[in-house]
T-cell receptor, first 110, second 115 residues
């Protein structure tokens, strides 16, 4: 079992729709969870971080964390073609090292 | 302008050659990291440093070496022992060396290709 799992996609959504990206993790002791966006050929940029169970909203982005079920998700409302990218989930293990998933490719079509 | 810089953007390595990738940050961050990214795979940790003159191996350190002589700089050398070096190399930094909530920020990356 991979430590951090994401569906590779592509996830295709129409412009204006809600995109839902999911991530599961195996280490119950994980404490911090991050979503990065990576455009093709570019480096990852931080979108959201979440540390407590529940929802955290920032503009069009909402991160959701459920530690009991060991999953974290990212919702993108009013998706735009500029949101088309690969979204990386990263989880901080108790050893204080980030573990990255392989990413989900999102395609937003007009 | 604060940030993390990596150079060169593209690097070509010949058989048996050692090459060094540069990473500099002016964010006054204590911790610095090197990752490797291959197509279809997540980022894998090569080395990290939490303080000057100290560094630790990550998950795939074989064939690589680093130094941390200055807080701002964390160069990575890809040695000839690394048999499959073609990848996208990413340097990152975070403010504090400890703490599960420390966020890592990435430089623009260096793409290494083998001739």
């Amino acid at each position: 079992q991979k430590e951090v799992e994401q569906n590779s996609g592509p996830l295709s959504v129409p412009e204006g729709a809600i995109a839902s990206l999911n991530c599961t993790y195996s280490d119950r002791g994980s404490q911090s969870f991050f979503w990065y966006r990576q455009y093709s050929g570019k480096s990852p940029e931080l979108i959201m971080s979440i540390y407590s169970n529940g929802d955290k909203e920032d503009g069009r982005f909402t991160a959701q964390l459920n530690k009991a079920s060991q999953y974290v998700s990212l919702l993108i409302r009013d998706s735009q073609p500029s949101d088309s990218a690969t979204y990386l989930c990263a989880v901080n293990r108790v050893t204080d090292k980030l573990i990255f998933g392989t990413g989900t490719r999102l395609q937003v079509f007009p | 302008d604060g940030g993390i810089t990596q150079s060169p953007k593209y690097l070509f390595r010949k058989e048996g050659q050692n090459v060094t990738l540069s990473c500099e940050q002016n964010l006054n961050h204590d911790a610095m990291y090197w990752y490797r990214q291959d197509p279809g795979q997540g980022l894998r940790l090569i080395y990290y440093s939490q303080i000057v003159n100290d560094f630790q191996k990550g998950d795939i350190a074989e064939g690589y070496s680093v130094s941390r002589e200055k807080k701002e700089s964390f160069p990575l050398t890809v040695t000839s022992a690394q048999k499959n070096p073609t990848a996208f190399y990413l340097c990152a930094s975070s403010m504090l060396p400890q703490g599960p909530q420390e966020t890592q920020y990435f430089g623009p990356g260096t793409r290494l290709l083998v001739l």
